[in-house]
């Protein structure tokens, strides 16, 4: 044992602090200082592994009857401050031999943290949401630091210069435990911010982290214990649990990763647009609760809905895969192999609700599409997750040529370890989606399709012979072909789909035909028919309920006018060129078209593309035909689908 290491452990023997028996200090180059049994020996469960006295505690409580109260900062900040300036004291700091102990801040690299990354190590993070984690707190803490030394004397600056600041907040972040260990309340809480604030607490903080290792805490009025739940044999490393952490947080806060880690999971964020819609549904739907529950209940609600609001604009979650599913395993599954973070799909479904949902549908719970709950909110949220993950999966992937062959040191394998399953799981995670899919749209032969969901190509073969010819001889007079393929290439969707519609609304007009009645033409398929009648009877200008809807948030009056006037225009050449088209009839006017445009923005969503591919060029517009049924009415889809 070095002459530090001794020197520590008298200082904490003499100072209260306890090994328990059969535990010894140990120290190698792999896995640094740490505890572990005697050779020969073995510890019950049940021991007491180290006890830490409050007296040799570190924490903003030390700071306050210290010297530093002059720096007039947030107690974490003040803390990093504090520790620095035991650092410049040497020997006259009482925690002199624990802080020895510690990284060397002078030496080059004293952590593996991401902000001690070289540019060859950050490679291996290129892409990934650690690197935007990484930038983010590289960013707080240098904020914090000059926010800290605007309140010293300018001749006190230099002695807490950035490096040490860097190395006094990795201290703190990697070993620290929360203050409640400190017991009473008074101790506990910031006085100042009412913040609970971290607290190093020697001897404990050399245990490193096992996801499995059964221990127990306990915080006394006089000491906090750490204690083992399992009988370890002589030479075994004593490991503390640090709690269910992904790989991201254990290499921003501690500088490793685990192999096969069961915690680990990919993270994914909402842009700030979806997160405002959350906002908006959130408090349109307190202010319907207020108004229903009267005076005697607003006080109530007004508390619960406003914590809801303050949790759920976050917008971020994540996505891990089952344990069930190991990398590898064919995903052709009813059961997603995947699970989402708790309420992040019921939060991310209300940025994706419709207008007309915002009214009437519940947030969804489950990530199954192959269920009776589908709906188009669900095909939306899963859809956008989906594509969302394509699009990490590609900022990740995009970056291989640029990586070394094989990771060189240990901070590359941990970033190599983390970023191989962040990539597989983001792959995974997709391409299970998009499976789905295929199944729900028919793509899959194996299953019978979904005849709600309405893409391109559906809308191109289903109907009367005659409404087809027409829709067709429009698209191809209009768009310069009907081709599905060539019309999604051209990012003209929207535009199909809108003539489609107005098509439809036309051929199902009374007295269309010229004895004044459609008696003459063939009907529509009857989900087909149903639909439009939804759409007519919830968005038309005459509706009680679609007069709420007359200017939809996607689409501005101008940008709709000008839409309108393109569309009506290819609806007059295809009449002008068939006489006897659909689309030769007095109502086939701009206004109409806008009404269709309007239901098509409502009512569709944004797929990724069936084929795998990911990138904006290859994401594609479906229709999902609701039929205005509630989802208990709905039938199960184990009926409805052949397998």
Request: one cysteine or more; proline letters at 5%; aromatic letters at 10%.
């Amino acid at each position: 044992m070095t002459e530090k290491l001794l020197l520590f452990k008298k200082w904490f023997l003499d100072g209260g602090g306890h090994f328990g028996d059969h535990v010894e200090l140990q120290y190698d180059g792999q896995r640094n200082l740490h505890l572990r049994v005697a050779d020969g020996q073995r510890l019950e469960a049940g021991s007491c592994v180290v006890s830490c006295p409050h007296a040799l505690t570190l924490s903003h409580l030390n700071v306050r009857r210290g010297k530093c109260e002059a720096i007039s900062v947030f107690s974490l900040n003040l803390l990093r401050f504090f520790l620095i300036e035991q650092y410049h004291l040497g020997e006259q700091s009482f925690w002199w031999p624990y802080i020895r102990i510690l990284p060397d801040p002078l030496s080059e690299y004293p952590f593996d943290t991401p902000l001690y990354y070289n540019d060859d190590d950050l490679k291996w993070i290129q892409g990934t949401s650690l690197e935007h984690s990484r930038r983010n707190m590289e960013a707080m803490w240098r904020e914090e630091h000059a926010h800290g030394l605007q309140n010293l004397l300018p001749s006190d600056r230099s002695h807490y210069p950035w490096k040490l600041y860097k190395w006094a907040a990795t201290v703190l972040s990697s070993r620290s435990f929360p203050s409640s260990a400190l017991l009473s309340a008074d101790r506990a809480r910031d006085e100042d911010t009412n913040n609970v604030t971290p607290v190093l607490l020697p001897g404990l903080d050399l245990l490193n982290h096992s996801p499995n290792a059964k221990v127990t805490w306990q915080w006394t009025s006089e000491a906090c214990y750490i204690s083992t739940h399992e009988s370890l044999a002589g030479g075994t490393e004593i490991f503390n649990n640090y709690a269910p952490k992904s790989n991201e947080e254990l290499i921003l806060g501690y500088g490793f990763s685990l192999f096969m880690n069961p915690s680990d999971h990919c993270n994914i964020a909402l842009g700030p647009v979806a997160v405002a819609r959350i906002e908006q549904v959130l408090l349109g739907q307190r202010a319907v609760s207020e108004k229903a529950s009267g005076a005697d209940g607003s006080a109530t609600i007004e508390s619960t809905t406003s914590t809801a609001v303050n949790h759920r604009i976050t917008g971020v979650g994540w996505v891990r895969l089952l344990p069930t599913v190991p990398s590898g395993t064919d995903i052709n599954m009813v059961q997603p192999p995947h699970a989402f973070s708790e309420s992040f799909l019921e939060h991310a479904s209300m940025a994706f609700f419709n207008t007309r949902e915002t009214m009437t549908e519940e947030p969804i719970a489950d990530a199954n599409l192959c269920s009776s709950t589908l709906t188009r909110n669900k095909l939306h949220t899963i859809c956008a997750t989906a594509m969302i993950f394509q699009k990490q999966n590609v900022a990740i992937t995009v970056n291989d040529y640029y990586l070394p062959p094989w990771p060189m040191d240990q901070r590359q394998l941990c970033a190599a370890r983390y970023r191989r399953r962040q990539i597989t799981t983001l792959h995974t995670v997709s391409c299970s989606i998009v499976a789905d899919l295929r199944r729900l749209t028919g793509l899959d032969r194996t299953w019978s399709r979904d005849k709600r969901i309405m893409r391109l190509e559906h809308i191109l073969k289903a109907g009367p012979k005659e409404f087809l010819t027409d829709f067709r001889a429009a698209l191809h007079v209009g768009l310069g072909t009907r081709d599905a393929v060539k019309i999604r290439q051209q990012r003209l969707s929207e535009s199909a789909f809108t003539v489609w519609l107005c098509g439809l609304w036309l051929w199902t007009l009374p007295g269309s035909d010229s004895d004044g009645s459609t008696s003459g033409r063939p009907p529509l398929p009857a989900r087909t028919a149903a639909w439009v009648d939804f759409a007519r009877a919830t968005y038309d200008e005459g509706s009680s309920i679609g007069s709420q809807w007359s200017h939809p948030p996607t689409t501005t009056s101008e940008e709709g006018r000008l839409l309108a006037e393109s569309y009506h225009s290819i609806v007059q050449a295809a009449a002008a060129k068939h006489q006897q088209s659909v689309y030769n009839h007095p109502e086939a006017t701009a206004a109409r078209l806008l009404w269709c445009l309007r239901v098509i923005r409502e009512e569709s969503f944004m797929s990724p593309s069936l084929d795998g591919e990911a990138g904006d060029e290859d994401d594609e517009l479906m229709l999902f035909l609701e039929d205005g049924m509630s989802i208990a009415d709905r039938m199960p889809i184990s009926n409805a689908v052949v397998f």
